[in-house]
Every structure is written in structure tokens, then in C-alpha cells.
């Protein structure tokens, strides 16, 4: 067990040197990684928004829309198509999804079928041809009336394409920005994510996604006043349409298209140069310089529209013909606004309208701050970590904290690898691996306490230590994996991210664990130094076992369970959930003061007379508001009331962070995140029943629902905010509490092994005492851990980890109190019971007592 080969040796440490060199990179400025040669590494890990700033936002294609701009297009193709064959019709409407056309004479009803038939023709193939999509079907419910109707999968076929023309568009959008490193990415049928870290200008990038830039160029019609046409009717033909000026302008503008903007093949940012205005230069391709040469040679003194998006930019007059296929657009343009059009018109349109659903923005400095203090906390609460393991175990513990820093370097190094990032949870998911790592380490050092304390050589209780810890600490890790696994496939943004990072330390965990720390003690410590009797530490003046009797208390625990369970359910009924947006809907802004401080109520206020509905202001620092909108209804209503709240503040209050959520987004991360847990419950129950019995299953279950009880009661109690991170907290406990509970759970079970006489509470107490000593060394490394977040990483950062401090106490004593004792409620072992009666009633001694 303590034997290495070389080759394994050389193995071993060339994963770990392989780890430190992919990781070195995220410990060095970018400024110094750009000066150094090309073939070292230079990737570092990838920050989320809410540690670096940036904007995440998700969009979502207008379905009904889409299906309404497909039955007009329907309708225009069935008007045109009977014109062209001359047949009679009448009626022809469209509502829903149907579009239907009577025809006049019962003698054209056959010719007027022949001439739609395109109309229903496949547009798509499916997987190897078997098959095709329609997305046209037609029926003849009554003789003369047909009617045409769009089939689902026409619908489908139309979104799936519509999606995928989006995810190109808005990504040269988002290039022409020049930022760096963005996601852009189609989620599930109808949505695509944009992230870009470290972005100045959330607002830039907002108007860029939310146009759909469909530029036509029309002729004004100019036989009446727009005044007229607006009070009355519009010529045949036509449509009003204003302009893009303050106050908007009214035109009278033709339908008919002369040219569109996929004739356009490159846009410039310019400057006029008789007015020095900023202008926006394009150039058409071959059929649309001819087109619009023709256009504006017939129509010379006439007014020409350049309209985006419905909306007039410009209505120049044509004085001469424009024969060169190149022109400009110039309007009441800043220098950004112009190369913004630019930008819009280089990228295209997008075949389709896009919803913002979701938005989370956190401004630089934000972001650095959170970096900033983020890093502090982690070398702080490491440093607490490995001076604690020293001092604990001596030499042991050193070379524990090696496999510490290593078992870090190498979840790093996988984390930059795989361009995965880490975000607030994740940093929950860290923190819990180095307390599962430390953990991992106390399983087999205490196991050597005691193979020595039963008189074993140092040699012989290092390889039975090892031996006999393996199964605890595997049984742990994988427990603990299958929640991270499950969380991972249903969870999104934050709880996925958290589970990653966990999932990736688990293993890395069992590696160090197994492996490094392993052969550190062979090859390194027992070969060079030859000890016989383990190094100087604290813990030797640890008990290796006391005598507590933990079941003798246990009803009296069951009754203080039982008690809180209840007054959290209490709870329930007088006060409610601090529902974040995540849940519930809405918008929430963090600003400062830019100068002075910041007044809250003069802020509620002066948002209170825009009419958004319920608005809270609360204060935080001297400087620092927080306001929070409730949900708006319509699409982009969201949006909307976030820009009227900008254009109230700008002036006076820097936007730190900006988080919108839309009530269809709200309502799936809370199902999902409940799915998760309840998921994770499952599998743990599966795992435990398989691994051990059905009534360490049941006994887990129960322990873990009690913590999530109590968890959420401290939410509750706090009045802290229930959102994605809370959901990321309280996993974090779950977790925790679980690996301690199959760490004890494991011992009960080689006791029932050893001891078979012995009666279920005094075997429980055992095996609780047996195991009491690495509860309290691993709760104590992990709180150090915690409370270095706590106190140095931020404010973002310490609203986070309060839930998981007092979660840490909750977990200790649920697997003390009653994660154990419900293995009696439930008579593990029940051949037990006859004789415990049997002793209360004569009195006599059990033989394991004797």
C-alpha cells in the first residue's frame, strides 16, 4: 500500500507539475503574460461577471410575432399568386395560424389549387431524407374555401432557422464592439446568451442587441400633408411613419421597397464634409446599386426615406441620380450613434425580433472591487488553513498542506483548461473542497491515531490507516458527486457553475488524497526521516476517544429538532420570503453616490413619480443604494423601466450592477432549482440504500431535509435575499452535512461488522466518539475558511457566506443528533430490540456489557 514504483512516481508528479503550469498563469498580470514567449502558457481561468463586471444577457426570439410576420407573408404570397393566374377571389383573411381565400367561381377552384401548390411544398428534408417539414398545410373545409394553415413543425423548422441566422448576427454584432472574449450561444429552441466580461458600456451594447436594424430605403409620397393623412386616411398604399427626432416627425411613405439592407456590403462611419456632421457612408452590391440608380433617376426632386427599424432616420430630396452604387445617411448623429448604425448595418438584420428576458450588468469598478477582495479572503482563509493543519498535526499536516496547494493548482489548472467560469457559487464550491480535502486528510490521520494507539509499528498503522479510511472518504466524494451531478443537468447560471467547481474538486480531492499525500509519507517522509512514532501536534492532546453519550440526549435533541422544524414552519405563516428577482421578477440596480452621499429617500421619490409600480430604496454604506423594481408586464417592459430609471439617476449616481429578470425566466430558475435539490435528494438515497441499507438511506434523507429546513428558517429569520446564490448556499450545506454524515454513517457500519452483540445506541455512541475528533478538526479548518470570506471578501461575498457559516454549525449537529439516531427510530438492527426488552425488564447485563 505504501509502495511506488518509479514509473508511478514520475507519473505522479508530472500531473501535479502539468497542473502548477496551467494554473502559474492566473497568478500573473496580463500585462506581464503578454511580454513572455508565445509557447508558455498564458490562459488564465475565466472570471464570471459578477467577480470581473461585464454583461450577461439573454434574449428571446418573438414567437408570435415570428408566426405573424409568417402569415402576412402568406397571405401576400396567396394575393399574388392568384393575381398572376387570374382567378377571382374574396375573403381573403388570416387569424391564429390559419390564412384562408375564397374563391369566386366554383369552375377556378381547381386552377386556383395549382397555382398555391408551392405554397405547400417541403422546405426541409429531415435527418437522412426520411422524410420533410411543411410549413403550409391545406384544406377545403367547404367547396370554394381554402384554407391554409401553419403546421407546427413548419413552425419549429422556421424558429430553428431564425435562431440560428440570430446567433450570426448578434456575434458580428458583438465583434464590431471590439470587446474581448464574448459568449455568444443559442439556449434551448428559442433563446441566445451574450456574455461580455469587463465591458464599459452596458447601455451600448443593449441598443446594438435590441434593434433588429432592418433598413429599407422608400420614396416619400408626397400628394398630401402628413398632418391630413394622420387625422384622415393615408393614400392607398402607403403607411405614416415618424422620425427619429425630438419631437418625431410624421412622413407619408410608400410601401413599396426600392431597396433593402441585404444589398448593402459594407457601412462606414464618416463626416460630412460640407457640414462636418458625423455620417454614416454605405455601398450596395451590383442588383442594388442598379436598383436604387433606377429609383432615384425616376424620381429626381422627389423625398427618398432611409427608414430602420420603422422609423425614419433621414428623408433626403433626390437632386441628380445616384449611379454609383454608394451613398450616405446622415441625421441627428453623434460620433458613437453613427458607428453604432454602422456597426448595425455591417452585422445585417435580424431575421427575427429579440426579447430581452434576462439581464445582469455589474460595472467595473464593481468588479475589481470584487476581485480585489476576493483574492484577500482566499489567501487569507488558505493561509488560516494551512497554519492550522500544521500546528495540528505537525509534519503530517505539512505535508497535508502540500496536498492542499496542489489539490487547488490542479482544480485551477482544470477549471482554465476547459475555459469554465468561475463565478460567486463556484467560490462556495472551492471553499467546500478544501474542506473535503482537509477532510480527506483528517479521515486517514485519525485512522493512524488509532492503528498506533492499538500498538501497531508506525508502518503497519500508516498502510492500515490508509486501507481502512479509502472506503469513507470514496463513499463521501461520490455521495457528494452525485448531487453535483444532478445539479449540473438541471441547474443553470450560478448552480451549475457551483457545481462544477465541486465536482471537479471531488475528484482532484481523491487524487491528492490517495496519491500525493500517499506517497509523500512513503517515498519523502518514512523513507528519509525513518520515524517510529507520529510527529508532534496539537491533536495528541486530543481524546482519541472520549465517552460522550450522545443517545442518551437524543430525545431530548429530537424535541430542539423537532421545536425549530416547527417554528421555521411557523414562520412560514408571519413572515415571507425576501424573494430575490431570480425568483420573482423584476429589476435591481445598485448605485453610489458620485458625489457626497447618497439619499435614499429623495431616490424613492423621484422613481416613485415614474410610475413603475412598488419601488424599494435601501442604504447600505454611506454612499451605496440598492433599488429594487417589481415586475413589469409587456415585452421589453422591463427594459423600458430600466432606462427611465437610468435617465432619472445618471446624473447623480454611478450604476454599479443592474439585474433584470423577466417573469418567464424567474419562474424556471426557481422550479429548477428546487427539481435539483429534490433530484439530489433522490440520488443520494438510491447511492446510500445501495451502498449501505435502507435505513442509513432514510436516516440521510431525513438529516438533510432537516438542514434544508433550518437553512432556509435562517433565511427567513434574517430576512437575507432567497435568489440563485441562496440556492448555491444552501447546497454548499447540503453538501457539507452529507460528507459528514456518511464519514460517521461508515464507522456505524464497521462497528455493526465488529461488534454484533453490542446494543444500537451504545454502538452509535462508539461510533460517534470514534469519529468525534476529525468533526471537530475538519468543522474547524472549514469555519477558518469561511470566516476569512466573511470578514475580508466584500460585502457581495459576506451576504453570501452567512448562510453557510450557520449552515456549518447545522450540519455538525444534524449528523451528531440526528443523522445517528434515526438508524434506532427506524431498528437498523432489530434482533437488538427483543434484547434491549428483555435487559429492561430483568435488569441483566447484555454479554457485550459484561
Known sequence: MLY??????????????????????????????????????????TLGLDLQGGSHILLQVDRDLMIADRLETARDDIREALREARVGYTGLTGSDRTVQVRIRDAEQVEAA?????SLTEPVSATLFGAGSVSELAMEEPEPGLLRFTLTEEGINYRLSTAISQSVEVVNRRVNELGTTEPIIQQQGNDRILVQVPGLE?????????????????????QSMPAQEAIEGRPPAGSTVMYSTDDPPVPYII???????????????????????????????????????????????GRLFAIILDDQVISAPQIREPILGGSGQISGNFTVQTANDLAVLLRAGALPVDLNIIEERTVGPSLGQDSIEAGTISALIGAALVLIAMFVIYGKLGLIANIALVANLAMLIAVLTALGATLTLPGIAGIVLTIGMAVDSNVIIFERVREEVAKGRSLVQSLDAGFQRALSTVVD?????????????????????????????????????????TRWMIAMWWLKRSRPTTLPAGLVHYMPLQPSFTFMKIRNIMFVVSIALSLAVVGLFFVKNFNYGIDFQGGSLIEVQAKEGSADPADVRTRLVDLNLGEVQVQAFGDSELMIRLQA???????????????????????????????PTVSSELATTGVI???????????????RFEWQFGVGAIVSTAHDIVLIVGVFL????EMNLSAIAAILTVVGYSINDTIVIYDRIRESLRKYKKMPLDELIDLSLNQTFSRTILTGLTTLLALLALYFFGGEVIASFVFPILLGLFIGTYSSLFVAGPMLIIFKLRPDMFGVEEEKAKTGTQTPAEA
Open 4 to 45: 511506488f514504483s518509479r514509473w508511478k512516481s514520475i507519473a505522479i508528479w508530472l500531473v501535479v507539475l502539468l497542473a502548477v503550469v496551467v494554473a502559474a498563469p492566473n497568478l500573473i498580470p496580463r500585462s506581464t503574460l503578454d511580454a513572455l514567449p508565445d509557447w508558455m502558457p498564458k490562459r488564465q481561468m
Open 113 to 117: 389549387k395549382t397555382a398555391l401548390e
Open 201 to 221: 458600456d452596458p447601455q451600448r451594447l443593449k441598443d446594438i442587441l435590441g434593434q433588429t436594424a432592418r433598413l429599407t430605403f422608400q420614396m416619400v409620397d
Open 254 to 300: 410608400e410601401n413599396r421597397v426600392i431597396v433593402s439592407g441585404e444589398n448593402l456590403i459594407d457601412a462606414q462611419t464618416g463626416f460630412d464634409q460640407r457640414t462636418n456632421e458625423p455620417v454614416v457612408s454605405f455601398r450596395f452590391d451590383n442588383q442594388g446599386a442598379t436598383r436604387f440608380g433606377q429609383a432615384t433617376q425616376q424620381n429626381v
Open 476 to 516: 463521501a466524494n461520490v455521495t457528494t458527486m452525485i448531487v453535483a451531478g444532478i445539479l449540473f443537468y438541471v441547474g443553470t447560471g450560478p448552480v451549475r457553475g457551483f457545481a462544477v467547481t465541486l465536482g471537479i474538486g471531488l475528484i482532484t480531492t481523491v487524487f491528492t488524497a490517495y496519491t500525493l
Open 632 to 662: 413589469q408586464e409587456g415585452d421589453n417592459a422591463e427594459q423600458s423601466a430600466m432606462q427611465l430609471v437610468q435617465n432619472t439617476l445618471e446624473n447623480d449616481y454611478e450604476f454599479r450592477r443592474i439585474e433584470v429578470v423577466g
Open 676 to 690: 435539483g435539490i429534490l433530484l439530489s435528494m433522490v440520488g443520494m438515497l438510491i447511492y446510500i440504500w445501495l
Open 717 to 720: 429569520l434574517f430576512g437575507l
